[in-house]
């Protein structure tokens, strides 16, 4: 398929470091010179898109004197899985790692909501719309447009007060008794 300026192609990106799609800009001698990226913007020189990993691992096996084919096809596919099972454990100690810290975020945020909940038990239905010159003092309910229900934990003066909502603690401007 000939390829014309104006095209859109896949073509890897110097800026968002991705596969991306791309629009040709200029072409020198039927091969394409300058693409512009349709995600950021940038105008940058044609790199194609990167081979498949099967395509790119395909190496000649090499057959050594007096061993069958059969038998060096096998112990290069042996190596090449082991080296595929080392890489998959390197990645996968990654992912436990990452998942520690969600795991820690996810209880410290579960036991915000379990701190809400148990201050929310005392609320009566009656909490006080909250803007920036409303008078607040401990233990006051307040009910903020976009943080939902919230009580009034810590007053910090002159013009702050900590307010817990279900998604947190949330420092808030208002003026404190």
């Not at 000939?2 to 800009?25: F, N, P, S, W, Y």
């Not at 096809?73 to 080296?83: D, G, L, M, N, T």
């Not at 609320?123 to 939902?148: I, Q, R, T």
Request: one cysteine or more; aromatic letters at 4%; glycine letters at 6%.
């Amino acid at each position: 398929m000939a390829v014309a300026v104006g095209q859109r192609i896949e073509a890897r990106c110097t800026r968002c470091k991705d596969l991306m799609g791309h629009v040709v800009v200029s072409m020198l001698g039927g091969e394409i010179a300058k693409v512009e990226c349709c995600a950021c913007g940038s105008v940058h020189k044609y790199y194609p898109p990167a081979k498949k990993k099967e395509e790119a691992q395909a190496k000649p096996v090499r057959v050594r004197a007096g061993e069958a084919r059969s038998m060096a096809v096998k112990e290069s596919s042996q190596r090449s899985a082991k080296i595929s099972n080392l890489k998959e454990k390197s990645s996968d100690t990654a992912k436990v790692a990452g998942s520690k810290s969600e795991k820690a975020n996810l209880k410290a945020l579960e036991e915000m909501q379990a701190k809400w909940k148990d201050r929310m038990v005392s609320y009566s239905g009656n909490a006080k719309p909250y803007s920036m010159d409303l008078l607040v003092k401990k233990d006051d309910f307040v009910e903020h447009g976009v943080f939902g229900v919230g009580v009034v934990v810590e007053i910090c003066p002159p013009n702050k007060a900590d307010i817990l909502f279900s998604l947190g603690i949330k420092s808030l401007r208002c003026l404190c008794e």
